[in-house]
């Protein structure tokens, strides 16, 4: 998350829990993928779209804890999440490739790109970008698509 924001705790930590910590609504838009004024709009709309998010006279903070569980993260740090655009963009392919590479699935049923649903958006795990393999998956449809779609800069 951005060293920038400065996130709030509040509680004393009991029996060796942490205090409930506060995110910005910065912070989540990073990690979501999301334009702050998007998601502003959208806690505006429909308050409940983050569970338990507060517009205190800061702006919008959003406890850690309903973060995690919409993220279904339980421990560890949080991931950081990309649209299809911007992974297309970032591997110079076409939205269409990567689209199709969240929907292929290899042997043991996993996607070649997986991707989640959150708020109505595709997102992508950064990891899972840089996880790709270097060639095409033997168990992959014939035609590769992995470097032939190249988009022009």
Partial sequence: M?????????GSAKRGRPA????TLAEVASVLSW???????????????????VLGSSG???PERALRELLDVKVGPLPAYATVAE?????????????????????DGRA???????LGR???????????????????P????LFSEEVSS
């Fill in 87 to 107: 992974v297309a963009q970032a591997l110079r392919l076409a939205r269409k490739t990567v689209y199709a590479w969240t929907s292929l699935r290899g042997p």
């Fill in 60 to 62: 919008w903070e959003i």
């Fill in 112 to 118: 070649l790109l997986p991707s989640r649903e959150i």
């Fill in 122 to 140: 595709k997102l992508i795990d950064t990891r899972d970008v840089l996880a790709l393999p270097a060639t095409w998956p033997a168990w992959a």
């Fill in 35 to 53: 334009s702050e004024d998007a998601l502003e709009r959208l806690l505006a709309t429909a308050p409940g779209a983050l569970p338990d998010a």
């Fill in 2 to 10: 951005p060293a920038a924001h400065a996130s709030r705790s509040t």
């Fill in 20 to 23: 409930r910590r506060w995110l």
């Fill in 142 to 145: 014939r035609r590769s698509f």
